[in-house]
């Protein structure tokens, strides 16, 4: 057994590899916004950045980081029930790399758990890989920029052109800053698209003892 797998070893992964390039294929096919390698890997950077502002340990972090990469592979088989698919994905994967059980487990249930909304994020993991997912907003994500074509989903992303989690430990607060252009998608097109996402994201802080906070263009809305 190893409990030394880093995110780096997993990235090398050839299966990973591949269940990361056919998810984003798949999703290209049917016009989806970006779901591959940059998906994973800001979902992993931001979700080991908010454990380690907040002072967990050096492990955890790195836990968080793998999970974040992971989490969305499960789009390899298909959208719906993704999140489980990817946690029994990631089973097989993480056994044969020798990862120790309790540490899979701790990723599994991250990954497994991601899409529930209507439940409270069962771990500090799980909580930092819901806020890196569902903060990432960025134009870069959109296939085609064809504005006459592209839905109020892919306006949205395409408007913003900064999106940064802040996280500050003294104050306890975790802040969504986006710039928006507001020429192309007005700020109440971001409340219809993501209002779901951004309660996921309070109870994601809650989880993580924080209040969640969002500016659009430096005005504070929640
Ligand atoms: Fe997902
Ligand atoms: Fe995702």
Request: some cysteine; glycine content about 4%.
């Amino acid at each position: 057994m190893s409990d030394t797998i880093t995110l780096d070893e997993i990235k090398k992964n050839p299966f990973i590899v591949s269940y990361l390039k056919t998810a984003d294929s798949n999703f290209a096919a049917i016009g989806y916004k970006e779901h591959g390698m940059r998906h994973a890997q800001f979902t992993a950077t931001v979700a080991g950045n908010v454990l380690k502002h907040l002072d967990y340990p050096e492990r955890e972090v790195e836990l968080a980081r793998i999970a974040g990469y992971l989490h969305d592979i499960g789009n390899s088989i298909a959208q719906n029930d993704h999140a489980q698919n990817g946690a029994v994905l990631t089973l097989d994967i993480l056994e044969k790399m020798k990862m120790p059980y309790r540490e899979i487990f701790q990723i599994i249930e991250a990954i497994g758990s991601h899409e529930d909304k209507n439940a409270d994020a069962p771990s500090a993991i799980a909580a930092a890989v819901i806020l890196g997912d569902k903060t990432d907003v960025h134009h870069t994500r959109v296939r085609s920029v064809d504005l006459s074509t592209m839905d109020m989903h892919g306006r949205v992303n395409y408007a913003c052109e900064r999106a940064f989690l802040r996280v500050d430990k003294n104050a306890r607060t975790i802040a969504l800053e986006l710039t928006i252009d507001n020429k192309t998608c007005p700020v109440m097109d971001y409340f219809e698209i993501f209002m779901q996402r951004l309660k996921f994201c309070r109870q994601a802080s809650k989880t993580l003892k924080c209040e969640f906070v969002l500016f659009i263009n430096k005005d504070k809305f929640l």
